[in-house]
């Protein structure tokens, strides 16, 4: 049933990060957690998909209690809100803020006041891992530390290798969706 709502072209990706969090919070099929929800309900989607439905689901996770119109918010705003949440988490008491500012509101309305916060400039992470003007790094080794839903990660960027490290066991994870957010981490990074 779920691949067959998969072929309807009006299914947005809200509604697929919903259905998602209601399996694994109700333990359907035996899901313990998103990851588990997702992987099943979207087995015939390509991993990159699967990514982005675990991202609104965490954009939702964040904010669902204070949009009106979830189903609105297009892909690519979507994701990068879920970025920028990661990375400022504070960020949500801003967005919730700007809701309340405008009750009743249409569904582009409400678009255009997550827009501002998409575009709203991130913070740069400077070599010592605290926010700053973000000055280039100079040549050699940067080390910071990001705390993120997860976990803590530990990022060591150096002259052609990137490492990242966190209290989790990497070798677990599906090797498409693995390399998705390696290609999605890439592709960040322009």
Not at 29 to 43: I, K, M, S, T
Not at 96 to 111: F, I, M, S, Y
């Amino acid at each position: 049933m779920v691949d067959e709502n998969l072929v309807r072209k009006d299914i947005t990706w809200s509604e697929m990060a919903r259905l998602a969090r209601a399996f694994a919070e109700d333990q359907v099929g035996g899901c313990e957690d998103l990851d588990q929800a997702v992987n099943l309900l979207f087995a015939s989607a390509n991993p990159q998909k699967r990514s982005y439905i675990r991202r609104f689901a965490f954009l939702l996770s964040r904010l669902e209690k204070h949009l009106e119109h979830p189903e609105a918010i297009p892909r690519a705003l979507g994701l990068a809100l879920a970025h920028r949440l990661e990375v400022q988490p504070e960020l949500v008491t801003q967005i919730v803020e700007a809701l309340r500012r405008e009750p009743r509101r249409t569904a582009d309305v409400e678009v255009r006041l997550l827009q501002a916060f998409d575009h709203a400039e991130p913070p740069v992470i400077s070599p010592r891992g605290n926010p700053g003007r973000g000055r280039p790094a100079k040549r050699g080794k940067t080390v910071l530390r990001l705390p993120l839903v997860a976990g803590e990660v530990k990022c060591t960027a150096a002259p052609g290798k990137v490492e990242l490290q966190m209290d989790r066991d990497f070798s677990t994870v599906e090797r498409g969706r693995l390399e998705a957010a390696i290609e999605a981490f890439f592709r960040e990074l322009g």
